[in-house]
């Protein structure tokens, strides 16, 4: 794991001190009721004190000085409340494409007004939609199969886009999304997707279903509806056909962040674990003092110095600009992993208070098995980490 820097450092410390102030205190609450208004109040603070942000330049309205900086945020916030953390991080992921793509003329048209927002009491927040109904894994991978059926024309020198999408972290609270859309519903992914910008206030473009998930529950999952929804040309972000790469540069940079969010979890849970087991008096001591629960402990600190070594790794690697795709895969499929084992041990630790929903660690498994699916599921990243191995060895 690369050392922290002492500005990183004292990152680290304020950006845990809000989690413990602002996020912890609210975190089942929000669960309980993801519409509560104390979701409002957690978003307008995290962007005024510039959590929200964390993940972007200073130029652009943000905080970090690079990439390794948001994810030392994220792991913070992840740890008081994975769902939080998803509600604040989603924005960077709706944005990404944007910046990705060169496209300076959408950056400060649509980029820079967003962030602007976030000193005032209405901020704004982005979403990044590129599932759909049937396409989940065949998008990421790029298949041959995939069925991609939100399409992209050129009309009146702008595009004209219909579809739908579904599952969209923020899709309902953002007022800008990043769409990927094809030329030809029956060509190749892989070159015949476009990436566009849709602010939500665009005719044609309204949320459908908000989903009832189960973890996560701070950040909502949506169904976003296009119904002839014609954006200008300037809104496409890089050349047509290069939508599937440009989501491919995004899950280069992304995947570590989503490890970061399942560090977190990790952490709590083993944290929440070890002060249960030393309060804990059974068969005369301490829990923390039979070896059956010491090896559980154990495995658990294990897997988050392990997690937190892969997930800082990578993002460091992104950050100082080398390919990172297998690092980063490996940092969220590890992750995740470890977020899921960590918190059935939790509860196992716990014994039968684990699981009742006052002591908040039922939630930190249904939140950790979130991890295992989006950015990919963990069988997709680990067939993505033998390709990279594959192109390393031809
Ligand atoms: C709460 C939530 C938030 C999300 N947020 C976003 C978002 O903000 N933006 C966005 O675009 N998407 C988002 N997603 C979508 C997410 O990325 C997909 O759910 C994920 O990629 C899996 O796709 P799927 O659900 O269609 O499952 P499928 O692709 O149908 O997969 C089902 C199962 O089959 C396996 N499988 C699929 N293909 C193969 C294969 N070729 N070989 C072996 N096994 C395979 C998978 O591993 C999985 O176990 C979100 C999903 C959830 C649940």
Partial sequence: ????????????????????????????????????????????????????????????????????????????????????????????????????????EAVTRLVLPLTQSW??????????????????SDFINGSPHAEIRTRVEEKD???????????????SLASLVTVFATHDTKGDIRSSMSCLAVPADTPGFSVGQVFEKMGQRACPAAELL??????????????????????????????????????????????????YAEARVQGGKPIVGHQAVQLMLADMAIRVEAARGLVFRAGES??????ALKLSSMAKTFA??????NATDAIQVLGGYGYMREYGVEKLLRDAKL????????????????????????
């Fill in 336 to 341: 995740s992993d470890a977020a899921v084992a």
């Fill in 1 to 104: 794991m690369p050392e922290l820097t002492p500005e990183q450092r004292e990152l680290q410390a304020w950006a845990r001190e809000f989690a413990e102030r602002y996020v912890a205190p609210r975190a089942l609450e929000i669960d309980a009721d993801p519409e509560s208004p104390l979701r409002d109040e957690l978003i307008r603070e995290g962007a005024k004190a510039g959590i929200l942000g964390s993940s972007l330049p200073e130029l652009l309205g943000g905080t970090a000085k690079s990439l390794l900086d948001g994810i030392i945020v994220t792991e913070e916030i992840a740890a008081a409340c994975s769902g939080c953390a998803v509600l604040f991080g989603a924005t960077g992921l709706g944005i990404l494409p944007i910046l990705l793509s060169g496209n300076f």
């Fill in 119 to 136: 000193d005032g009491d209405d901020p704004k927040l982005a979403a990044l939609a590129a599932t759909e109904p049937s396409a989940g």
């Fill in 318 to 323: 992104i950050a100082a600009g080398r390919p």
């Fill in 226 to 275: 296009f119904d002839d929804v014609w954006v200008p040309g300037e809104n496409l972000l890089g050349e047509p056909g290069q939508g599937w790469m440009l989501n491919r540069s995004v899950m280069s940079t992304t995947r570590a962040p989503v490890g970061a969010i399942a560090l977190g979890i990790a952490r709590a849970a083993y944290e929440k674990a070890l002060e």
């Fill in 371 to 394: 991890t295992q699916i989006y950015e990919g599921t963990n069988q997709i990243n680990r067939f993505e980490i033998m390709e990279q191995v594959a192109l390393e060895r031809a």
């Fill in 157 to 171: 020198g702008g595009w004209l886009i219909n579809g739908r999408k579904v599952f969209i972290s923020n899709g």
